[in-house]
């Protein structure tokens, strides 16, 4: 065989892969850019009950870096200006089942009444190849600081988990804020912070458990994978 004609062999090669890619893609409702770059639709978890509201979540998913950004929109419904936001993000499979999870605080400046787009780089571990398989992404609110104070949601993990999962709204009376102190004095995620997270993993988890875990208590980050579908991981 010619150079010639393995030059063509290999770009018919070349292009009979990107054409299947394609299809891939498009039946899953996806759009490939460039640098392998996948636009992917996530999902804002309603809670009426809170000042804080976020919409217009999408996700952009690299599949020659393997990084991850979800991008959202936050909206400040409060009286105060808006200093600091936590998200817990939740990638859901297929079945319903957890393949991982991440709580981070971001800076912001949202004046009230205003709203702003922000970007959050999601942790390798929550990395979702849409090529491969089916995943839901889901973010909500945690807590914010305001130019008062610092706040929580009041909803407990596992409602927070089964509405997230739904993709229902949690009803304002179930997720309401709750002061945690003077923006000034209170803790930023306070020292318990890396045990709940832990126990957050376990729970979203389930019985199969937890594949890996970190967090990093100066900069209020949590990250985890799970054994029923993370990264590495089949599909259940």
């Avoid at 990107?18 to 804002?44: F, K, N, P």
């Avoid at 104070?149 to 304002?172: C, E, H, I, Y």
Wanted: charged share 20%; hydrophobic share 35%; aromatic share 6%.
């Amino acid at each position: 065989m010619s150079q010639t004609q393995r030059s063509r062999g290999w770009a018919y090669l070349a292009l009979t892969g990107l054409v299947a890619l394609g299809g891939v893609l498009a039946s899953r409702g996806v759009v490939a850019g460039q640098g392998g770059r996948i636009g992917l639709d996530g999902e804002a978890l309603a809670q009426p009950g809170l000042p804080i509201e976020l919409s217009r979540v999408s996700v952009d998913s690299s599949i020659v870096t393997r990084e991850t950004w979800l991008s959202y929109t936050v909206a400040n419904r409060g009286t105060y200006p808006l200093e600091e936001v936590t998200l817990s993000v939740l990638v859901f499979g297929e079945h319903g089942n957890v393949r991982g999870g991440q709580t981070s605080s971001q800076n912001v400046s949202v004046e009230p009444g205003g709203k702003k787009k922000q970007e959050l780089r999601l942790s390798n571990l929550l990395y979702v190849d849409s090529t491969e398989d089916y995943s839901r992404i889901v973010v909500a609110v945690e807590g914010w600081r305001d130019g008062k104070s610092r706040w929580r949601q009041s909803a407990s993990f596992q409602d927070l988990l089964a509405a997230m999962n739904a993709g229902t709204a949690l009803p304002a009376w179930q997720s309401s804020p709750v002061s945690l102190g003077s923006a000034q004095t209170a803790a930023t995620c306070g020292e318990d912070f890396c045990n709940d997270c832990f126990a957050k993993a376990k729970e979203a988890c389930g019985p199969k458990g937890i594949r890996s875990w970190k967090c990093i208590l100066s900069t209020c980050h949590c990250e985890f994978s799970c054994k029923n579908g993370g990264v590495g991981e089949p599909l259940p």
